[in-house]
């Protein structure tokens, strides 16, 4: 109870002393202000980003795995056979017990030449024409906003169906919001819609060249209908689902096996999973996260320096009061407590501050950009825990010097 008394003692004599000089404290607490706001402003920017680059990722599915044959020939001597080196009785094998860490799995058919001409009366689109299964929806993290899936049933009897994006909507069909139950031709056949996609949103990875064309400019159709256009069975490539994040590239390796071993390494296959994709994505902004809360760090160091030279100061002014407490018997490490404590008491109202402005800073941009630029609870607690750090560090070596002082030579000094 005594301990806790003398340290609410000083937490107020660390008060008065503020107070007191409250001009150089408030400068000090700018400085401190000024290199928490700007790393609170990176960590933003940094968790900001990679949950809107995350969110875009997440449109192929976090779970996704691409399996397809490579053409590239290591051997200039060996044949080239011709092919996808995938086709349906392929898939009735994938399809089985033979990849444990395989939960959905989908044949892609894409058209072989040309791409196919899509016409709704005296309208056309440039529509991609993509031939799937049902499970292709939940593979991809599709969602439709009106309408329904692809049955099984209408695979096996090869119905002429689709699904089809809001690009192709205005494309085809301007001012229609629902055009459930109209059709269009593909190729000169005619489809019946059964539902449409709601928009996705790749606008960074479309910048960058990543995104593939347009997400909403996409026709689904059951695939044997595709390879009815191509005139064979092949299968362009195969996207599957994982059954975790972690076994994405597990589920490759078992995918791209049973393919080896059905043609005797005729074929060679490659993978891609969007889990590598995401590591690559965490590795980058975390480097560039760092590389800027460095930068940021060096006004952070500037106001630490300022601080201890404000508490150097307060030492030397204050050399009569330290002599007359040592005098009458204050404990060295009192006298070392105050002023450590008036140096953590500065910065953390300049961190407090500087949070503030940081969390402003987020919000501003969040308004104009339109991105969720916001420090996670992580940063702030950082923040918080860094401004006392950096006031302990700035103060200790000016208390430090107050708590050796003599009481006769710091009466006669003064």
């Known amino acids: ?13 660390a008060r008065f002393a503020m107070v007191e000089n409250w001009g150089r404290s408030m400068l000090s607490m700018i400085g401190i202000a000024v290199g928490i706001a700007a790393v609170m402003t990176v960590d933003a920017v940094s968790t900001g980003g990679k949950a809107f680059v995350m969110q875009e990722l997440e449109t192929f599915g976090l779970k996704s795995v691409w399996v397809y044959r490579t053409q590239s020939n290591k051997d200039p001597h060996k044949r080239t056979r011709t092919g996808t080196g995938i086709n349906n009785n392929d898939l009735i094998a994938l399809q089985g017990d033979c990849c444990p860490s395989v939960s959905l799995i989908s044949p892609i058919v894409t058209p072989r030449e040309r791409a196919p001409i899509v016409q709704a009366g005296n309208r056309y689109s440039n529509s991609q024409v993509i031939g799937v299964n049902r499970d292709f929806l939940t593979i991809n993290n599709d969602q439709l906003r009106i309408g329904r899936g692809i049955r099984e049933v209408e695979i096996r009897n090869r119905r002429p169906v689709a699904i089809i994006g809001e690009t192709v909507i205005s ?3 301007p001012g229609i919001t629902n055009p459930i139950g109209r059709t269009f031709r593909i190729s000169g056949r005619e489809y019946q819609i059964i539902g449409v996609l709601r928009s996705k949103s790749r606008d960074l990875l479309a910048s960058i060249g990543s995104a593939g064309g347009d997400v909403n400019n996409r026709i689904l159709v059951s695939y044997p209908l595709v390879q009815a256009m191509n005139g064979n069975d092949d299968i362009s490539y195969i996207q599957a689902e994982a059954s975790t994040v ?15 071993r059905r043609y005797h390494g005729v074929f060679e296959y490659e993978s891609e999973t969007l ?4 590591k690559t994505t965490d590795n980058i902004l975390g480097g560039v996260t760092i590389i800027g809360i460095i930068a940021a760090s060096s006004a952070l160091i500037v106001g630490a320096i300022g601080v201890a030279g404000i508490m150097s ?16 018997g204050a404990h060295r490490s009192h006298i070392m407590i105050q002023f450590i404590v008036e140096s953590v008491l500065i910065c953390l109202i300049g961190g ?10 987020g919000f501003v941009l969040d308004f104009f950009t339109g991105f969720p630029l916001f420090p996670g609870i992580g940063g702030i607690s950082i923040a918080l825990c860094v401004s006392i750090l950096v006031g302990f560090v700035a103060g200790y070596l000016p208390a430090r010097r107050a708590a ?7 009466l006669r000094d003064s």
């Open 1 to 13: 109870m005594k301990r806790l008394r003398v340290l609410v003692d000083l937490f107020r004599e």
């Open 171 to 173: 494309s085809l069909f």
């Open 246 to 260: 972690d076994t994405a590239e597990a589920a490759a390796a078992q995918l791209k096996g049973v393919l080896s």
């Open 275 to 278: 889990a590598s994709y995401i």
């Open 313 to 328: 100061t307060a030492v030397a002014e204050r050399t009569r009061e330290i002599g007359i407490r040592a005098a009458i």
């Open 352 to 361: 407090s501050f500087g949070l503030a402005v940081g969390l402003l800073i």
């Open 404 to 410: 050796q002082m003599k009481p006769v030579d710091a």
